[in-house]
């Protein structure tokens, strides 16, 4: 596959990629406004992209992964996640979080493959937060978000 260059995006955001990883605009335009967007572009295409959230002191929140379904399955989630651990230690952020709905087997899989550890479920976060259901291609239904992280 021909490389692809990450970088930071602060305008022109692609947000059919970032409502891909989060549906609720609320919260797509919080992390917009609070976190630095990083693209992965192939030939002048948006093909993924993640979020990197300052949170708490000395620790950032890995938002809104999201790669392009014609793109998916050929690493590019894996190098997305790589870069947001190397961006956020250079930062000097001593620990980096992430989150994905219970339904998100592939998520948990992928997350676990890149170094993060189960920390927590924030039980019932989708219906509480979330207007209306969130419901995942299979037909399973988001309730509680599961809580990863990484020391740095
Ligand atoms: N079925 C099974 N395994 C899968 C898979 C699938 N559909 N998609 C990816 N994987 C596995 C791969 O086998 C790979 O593991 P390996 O390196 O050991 O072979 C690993 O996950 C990483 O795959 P990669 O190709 O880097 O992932 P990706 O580029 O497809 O990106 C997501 C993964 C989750 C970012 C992407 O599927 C996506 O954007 N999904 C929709 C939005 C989303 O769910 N975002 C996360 C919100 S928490």
């Known amino acids: 596959m021909e490389d692809f260059k990450i970088s930071r995006v602060t305008s022109d955001y692609p947000y059919d990629l970032l409502y891909l990883a989060d549906p609720s605009r609320e919260a797509v335009s919080y992390y917009l406004e609070r ?3 990083w693209c992965a572009a192939l030939g002048g295409t948006v093909v993924g992209l993640y979020v990197l959230l ?3 002191p000395f620790t950032a929140e890995l938002v809104n992964l999201a790669v392009a379904e014609d793109f998916q ?3 590019i ?3 997305l ?3 947001a651990v190397e961006n956020a230690r250079g930062q000097g952020y001593g620990k980096l979080e992430i989150g994905t709905g219970n339904p998100g087997i592939i998520q948990m899989s992928l997350y676990q493959k890149c170094g993060f550890r189960f920390e927590w479920i924030d039980r019932d976060f989708f219906p509480k937060h979330y207007p209306g259901s969130v419901v995942e291609d299979d037909g399973q239904e988001c309730r509680d978000m599961i809580r990863m992280g990484m020391d740095l």
Request: net charge positive; with cysteine; charged share 35%.
């Open 77 to 79: 989630g894996k190098r």
């Open 73 to 75: 399955n050929r690493g």
């Open 35 to 37: 976190g630095e967007c």
């Open 54 to 56: 300052p949170t708490r």
């Open 81 to 83: 996640i790589g870069h």
